[in-house]
């Protein structure tokens, strides 16, 4: 399986010009890679900018930051799975912790992640931890929060599900802020542990699972390497193309 890099560009940059910048940037590095996909999820308003550049590359890919659960409709403001499908859009991140913030709920999470998935969008279902506590009832929160964000996901729609690890406490920070790599590959076993109680081992294990959370140039390979995931979503580093091609070209040297 090739490893995933999702570029969450979140709420940047200022402009579609700038937009471009980045994107031709890191176009180069990704199209060489022969065993890391790329995914460069901007803001919707730039797609259709963004889209013209990638063109049809089976390495390099375009995602949303989310998408609303109706295909079509009065939904003002809301941009549905297949408008991100129909604008070259293939993965959607969804549940990502600061769109809980504003109050998107699991039950919310789960309706969107039935329809993106039925869809046939790549769909990258985010969860994390606020804290860690040392009665371990962070265990609890993760469970119950897939539990729930998977609520309506039969086994049959699982084959284009991702799930993104973000601890909360270990977003936006420095490298060296990161989750350690041995701490991280323990959570990622008990994330499986829980899908495999949902799903089954079989189809448990064949999840794609994520890290994100101050991942930069420093700490990429080795999170890939002992932290036991299948890829990593990138926040801020993703912003400045030098540091991105960075984590690119060190997870592809692994
Ligand atoms: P960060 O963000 O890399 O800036 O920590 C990751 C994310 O929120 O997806």
Redesign the pocket.
């Known amino acids: 399986m090739k490893k995933i890099i999702i570029a ?1 560009w ?1 709420m940047n940059p200022f402009s579609a010009k700038e937009a471009e910048y980045i994107l031709n940037g890191v176009k180069k590095t990704a199209a060489k890679l022969k065993k890391t996909q790329t995914v460069i999820c901007p803001p919707f308003i730039y797609f259709n900018n963004l889209r013209k550049i990638i063109g049809k590359s089976t390495i390099l890919f375009l995602g949303a930051q989310n998408s609303f659960w109706e295909i079509e409709g009065a939904f003002t403001g809301e941009v549905s799975p297949e408008m991100i499908k129909n604008s070259g859009g293939s993965y959607v ?1 969804l549940g ?3 769109r809980r913030a504003l109050g998107e709920s699991d039950e919310m999470v789960s309706k969107k992640t039935l329809v993106c998935l039925k869809t046939g969008l790549k769909t990258v279902v ?1 969860i994390g931890e606020k804290v860690r506590d040392e009665q371990g009832d962070y265990l609890a929160f993760l469970k119950n929060e897939i539990r729930n964000s998977l609520n309506k996901v039969q086994k049959r729609f699982l084959r284009n599900l991702i799930i ?1 690890y ?1 601890p909360i406490w ?4 420095k490298d060296a802020e ?1 989750m350690l790599p041995a701490d991280i590959h323990e959570t990622v076993i008990y994330i499986k542990k829980v899908l495999s109680e949902i799903y089954g081992q079989e189809s448990a294990l064949a999840v794609p699972i994520l890290y ?5 140039g420093k700490n990429a390979g080795e999170i890939i390497k002992d932290g036991g995931v299948n890829g990593l ?6 912003l400045k193309p030098e540091n991105f091609n960075e984590i690119l070209r060190s997870v592809e040297n692994i």
């Open positions: 969450n979140k991140i990502h912790s600061e985010c993104a973000e270990a977003i936006g920070k990161a994100g959370g101050s991942v930069g979503l990138v926040g801020h580093q993703s």
